[in-house]
């Protein structure tokens, strides 16, 4: 099977293993839906212990070679920006096979194409950046420590942005001079193949980034319990994400990174800040890819005396979204991913509806004649902070809107869950924003005004607390995460 083997409709995915397709030890097909229509996008296979073997043993024998990790790191940095400008290129095809297979609107900017090949070029101008250290010591020693790629990293990613997760673990493993077996959702797996062949256009060696479809049962338990992988770099929900960690301790004790659920919590004061622009913010990101992102703010704790000023703004702006198939440029919010995730969502608004939650707007099902998975954006107030749909990851178009009547009150309700992925701050106050960066739980973002700049971007770390994961990505600390660090001791008097 050749590298030119095709992306289509109807085409059947398979391994790609130190740089040729295989077709799969597995019999078992697995047919991937459009969520906008529910027509078939591809046909991938389940996967088998033997395909992600065979991976695993072309990235660990072009590891120990050192073709990729004892290169110079002016040749990883210029393969690494030919990859980034080959994914830009073909940032229209990939955002194209993501809408087709998860309903990412080809509309929506954030996390797409573009972004992972601005990622890829932030990680290759970091290849030389990473600095060891050396001690102080006596007259006769020379002590110091020095960064080190782990090895062999399987990365395990979701489905919700498939080009950009990929892409979030392979330049920073790349870049550390590891070799990867990645396998994509079983959701969304063409983009992660057509990145790996444009990894081979840009000369990175055969077997450095291999390749493996299939479902998690088969393909991700494997590669997580094969002991000649070194480091399992994963994102997916909590519940997964304890299995690796199990999987870790049950095989060969590989370092696992795991980013998990989360339930994060919009705190908006009545102190000055805009809130017209904080509801027009609060809104877009629960709009954006259907709230199918583990940091959204789903959870609004909203001080009492500007509950009513904020749902006016929220209502009007959800009734601006423009529903449709993922792949047309009009549209600005499609389907759910999956059949599953359709129900799974539409249980949880089923739930709260007869647990008696008011519903402020949205809770159905609609455009079911497109064969599609479409959810209304849907708004419940009056939400108690024990609720299930205030408690538990929905990943979905579902806001929760919790008043509170004082900042002591807004804080325990905001750590009153087990996650800790981000949280989000509307004040006007400096005293009120520092007190609550410190007393919150996990990562927080404090807006006195509608975020406009993109910060620090690329460069920002993040690393999670509680129920929402292990280990930090973003920036150097996030490469630092697919290094180990070596300590290098001299005695020579």
Excluded at 157 to 169: C, E, G, M, S
Excluded at 305 to 327: C, D, F, H, P, Y
Aim: net charge negative.
């Amino acid at each position: 099977m050749t590298l030119d083997g095709p992306c289509s409709r109807d085409a059947r995915v398979t391994p790609l293993v130190d740089g040729t397709l295989y077709d799969s030890a597995s019999d078992v097909l697995v047919d991937v839906i459009n969520p906008s229509d529910g027509s078939r996008c591809c046909v991938i296979p389940a996967g088998d212990r033997s395909d992600v073997d065979r991976a695993v043993c072309s990235a660990r024998q072009v590891f120990d070679a050192g073709h990729w990790r004892d290169a110079p790191p002016s040749k990883r940095r210029r393969t690494l920006l030919r990859l980034a400008d080959l994914v830009e290129n073909e940032a229209v095809t990939l955002d194209s096979l993501d809408a087709e297979e998860m309903g990412k609107p080809v509309s929506e900017r954030l996390f797409n194409a573009a972004a992972a090949a601005g990622l890829l070029r932030y990680y290759a101008e970091a290849i030389d950046k990473i600095a060891g250290d050396v001690y102080q010591s006596d007259r006769t020693t020379f002590v110091a420590q020095r960064w080190v790629p782990r090895g062999v990293v399987g990365a395990i990613v979701p489905w919700n942005f498939p080009t950009y997760n990929a892409v979030l673990k392979l330049g920073p493993a790349l870049a550390a001079g590891n070799a990867v077996v990645l396998k994509p959702s079983e959701l969304s797996s063409r983009s992660a193949m057509r990145v790996a062949r444009l990894a081979l256009e840009a000369d990175l060696p055969a077997g450095v980034l291999n390749v493996v479809p299939g479902i998690g049962e088969t393909v991700g338990c494997a590669l997580a319990l094969h002991k000649e992988v070194d480091m399992v770099a994963f994102t997916g929900s909590t519940e997964v994400g304890k299995l690796m960690l199990q999987y870790a301790g049950q095989s060969n004790m590989k370092v696992v990174m795991a980013e998990c659920g989360g339930k994060s919590a919009h705190i908006v004061f009545d102190d000055g800040v805009d809130l017209e622009a904080a509801g027009e913010t609060i809104a877009r990101a629960l709009l954006t890819n259907q709230g199918q992102i583990c940091s959204v703010g789903s959870r609004l704790l909203v001080e009492r005396s500007i509950e009513a000023a904020m749902l006016e703004t929220i209502g009007a702006r959800i009734k601006q979204a423009v529903m449709g198939n993922a792949s047309d440029p009009q549209t600005t919010f499609g389907p759910l991913a999956s059949a599953k995730q359709c129900a799974r969502v539409m249980g949880y608004i089923q739930a709260a509806r007869e647990d008696g939650t008011p519903l402020l707007a949205g809770g159905r099902r609609v455009l079911e004649n497109t064969g599609g998975y479409f959810i209304e954006p849907t708004v419940f107030r009056d939400v108690s902070p024990r609720a299930r749909i205030a408690q538990e990851e929905i990943f979905g178009p579902v806001l929760s809107i919790i008043a509170f009547d004082n900042e002591a009150e807004a804080l325990r309700i905001a750590n009153s869950t087990v996650y800790g992925l981000a949280a989000y701050v509307w004040t006007a106050s400096l005293s009120r924003g520092m007190r609550l960066s410190k007393a919150i739980r996990c990562p927080v973002i404090i807006n006195s005004a509608a975020p406009k700049g993109e910060g620090a971007a690329h460069a920002t770390p993040w690393e999670p607390a509680g129920h929402s994961g292990i280990g930090t990505e973003g920036g150097l600390a996030g490469m630092e995460s697919y290094l180990r660090g070596q300590t290098v001791w001299f005695n020579y008097g």
